[in-house]
């Protein structure tokens, strides 16, 4: 049977989202000066053990609470900006496309109707550039600036976004995106 085309996009999501859940427990750590079990790599079994909450505890988190749409649309950005940091200089060709579709995929599924129908309104008008990674970063900037425009949010400077979504602090590398390495295919 043909492989899932698919495939390399939700293996690269799945990297990504365990980089940035990560980068969120450091974050939680060091605000609530609790100790990490061992370590924080989401690859450790022990990380994931002593310090989650007890069964009974779960209804009584805050976290586990249905989320607000400000709260997924925050969420939702912080995963985009920080794939447009990580994206390759020389993305091959079949990054490009896989950023293309996210965008396609997500503007269709993306969890609130009238959010996912503007998201494909303003992409219409400002189709995907993702020939490096300041073209990404710089069109995604500009492109949430379009959703705080019509939010009446203000718009931020795009000359500051690398200041404000850098590359993640991950050690040898291991946040890169897949396909990211000298040997790959780097078609136009
Ligand atoms: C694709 C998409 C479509 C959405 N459409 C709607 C909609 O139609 N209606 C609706 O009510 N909500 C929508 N949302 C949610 C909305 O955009 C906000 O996420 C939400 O209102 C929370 O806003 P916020 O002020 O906390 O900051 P957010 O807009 O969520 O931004 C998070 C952080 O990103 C940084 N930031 C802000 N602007 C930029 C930029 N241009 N470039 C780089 N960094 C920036 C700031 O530091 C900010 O604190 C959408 C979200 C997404 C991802």
């Not at 896989?98 to 309104?121: G, N």
């Not at 404000?164 to 897949?178: A, F, I, P, S, T």
């Amino acid at each position: 049977m043909s492989e899932n085309p698919l495939k390399p996009v939700f293996v690269t999501l799945e990297r990504i989202s365990n980089s940035i859940r990560t980068q969120f427990r450091a974050v939680h750590l060091s605000l609530t000066n609790e100790k990490p079990p061992v370590s924080l790599s989401p690859s450790n079994p022990s990380s994931t053990s002593s310090t989650h909450s007890q069964p009974n505890d779960i209804f009584k988190d805050k976290s586990a609470q249905p989320v607000t749409k400000e709260e997924l649309g925050r969420a939702t950005w912080t995963f985009l900006h920080t794939l447009a940091a990580q994206y390759p200089e020389r993305p091959s060709r079949q990054q490009k496309k896989d950023v293309k579709e996210l965008m396609a995929i997500l503007s269709r599924i993306y969890p609130c109707k009238e959010c996912a129908d503007h998201f494909k309104e303003v992409l219409r008008t400002n189709p995907v550039q993702a020939g490096s990674q300041a073209e990404l970063s710089q069109w995604l900037c500009h492109l949430h600036n379009v959703v705080n425009r019509s939010l009446g949010k203000p718009k931020f400077p795009c000359e500051r976004v690398d200041a404000r979504w850098g590359k993640l602090d991950c050690e040898l590398r291991l946040c890169d995106l897949q396909g990211t390495s000298d040997s790959e295919d780097r078609l136009p």
